[in-house]
């Protein structure tokens, strides 16, 4: 599974996170397009509709399990996605910025 460490991504890169709606509600990337893995098959034409087309995509959760799901179900799609490496807990660990559904500052959950 192509993996990418926190501090290697970019302000500008593709973020999906697929963390369940109280996750998300708590704290997450700014900008980040939520698809929780329970609904992502369901809703993937919504996710193809703002995903990159010539660009990576990278899959967050909160530790790497669900994330590494749907990346390899990416992956196996032809879509250049890949994991982030300890999902948001090393996101809000590295200082990376985390908003609420308010965007007031948030919590990893």
């Known amino acids: 599974m192509p993996t990418v460490g926190v501090a290697d991504l970019k302000?500008?890169?593709f973020l999906l996170d697929v963390r369940e709606d109280d996750e998300w509600r708590a704290g997450h990337a700014e900008g980040a397009l939520h698809i929780p893995l329970s609904e992502f098959?369901?809703?993937y034409g919504e996710f193809t509709e703002a995903a990159p087309q010539d660009g990576r995509v990278h899959v967050i959760?909160?530790?790497?399990g669900r994330s590494a799901q749907v990346?390899?179900?990416l992956v196996q799609q032809g879509i250049d996605a890949v994991n982030v490496d300890g999902g948001m807990q090393v996101w809000a660990a590295e200082?990376?910025?985390v908003v609420d559904a308010k965007g007031e500052p948030g919590v990893v959950l």
Do not use: F, T
């Open 71 to 73: 990346a390899m179900y």
């Open 11 to 13: 302000d500008d890169d």
């Open 61 to 64: 959760c909160r530790s790497g």
């Open 95 to 97: 200082g990376r910025p």
């Open 41 to 43: 098959v369901a809703r």
